[in-house]
């Protein structure tokens, strides 16, 4: 429009005012055109402002979220990790990870009903080493403790892998066979089916 008179403007609105059309003192401000005007960015401002507080809160929630699933994940692996523990300590022997006289014991039971169930035979073993307190005496408890592991492993491969060969202390150890056909039949000369 170019140019505008402001006083002018304001001559014409007071004259209105006058005739009670529009109110007293009626401002003029944002009706005329201003060639330099004043820029207000508050509301920008209070834009930024807000969405940064956003994204700080989301951000802090987040990383609290993130942190605490973190913790809860290693508190469950510990968790199971400790429930693993206990139980391996229950129910193996620590030097050869067979089981032990608890879990001898369950084993025995179960295979006790099962071969009631179906008719067939069960076989249980004792076995000691003869002589095993002359190995510590003479050479010593980390070679004692080497013949318990070998023996251990010797006696796992003449087994079928379904049978229970457990430690029960010291140098005894029992073997488990169940579902045998005859009371003739040698479980120790069938050729070994367990791999390894």
Known sequence: MGYMNSGRWRHIADTYAGLGMLPAEFSLQGFLYDPNPQRNFWWLYSALIIGLLVIFVFGGVTAYIYR???????????????????W??????????LPNRRMFRDRLLQEMKKSDRSGKK?????????????VNDIHGHDKGDQLLVDAATRLQHCVREVDTVARLGGDEFTIIMGDLQSRSVDPLAAPATRSG
Request: aromatic share 4%; charged share 30%.
């Open 68 to 86: 605490t699933n973190r913790k809860l994940d290693r508190a469950l692996v510990e968790s199971k990790q400790a429930e693993e523990l206990i």
């Open 88 to 97: 391996n300590q229950a129910n193996l022997d620590p030097l050869t990870n």
């Open 122 to 134: 069960l076989a249980l073993m004792y076995l000691d080493l003869n002589r095993f307190k002359e």
